[in-house]
């Protein structure tokens, strides 16, 4: 992939920015890794990040999905609940 679809790929949907809630993502297992497991390329697909770039901690990302719409939330540290519409969601 050149720079171009790279950005494209990284880049939020129209109308989708910071301090909104944009997609449901489902997690797996967090668990501690190697270094050469972390560079193995089915295992950088599964937790999105690249060899010695990432942590010697990886959760798996089983799904992501955009939301229908965005829904605006006030962002706080660690894990919190946030009320989205039934009608915002895939």
């Given amino acids: 992939l050149d720079d171009d679809e790279i950005k494209d790929l990284k880049s939020l949907p129209p109308g989708f920015g910071k301090g909104m809630a944009v ?28 060899g010695a770039d990432s942590g010697m901690r990886a959760t798996v990302i089983r799904r992501a ?6 829904v605006k939330v006030s962002g706080r ?14």
């Fill in 77 to 90: 540290g660690g894990v919190f609940k946030a009320n989205v519409d039934k009608s915002a969601i895939p």
């Fill in 65 to 70: 999905e955009y939301l229908k719409r965005p």
């Fill in 23 to 50: 997609a449901i993502v489902e997690l797996g297992e967090t668990f501690e890794t190697t270094l050469e497991e972390r560079c193995d390329p089915d295992f950088q697909r599964k937790v999105a990040a690249f």
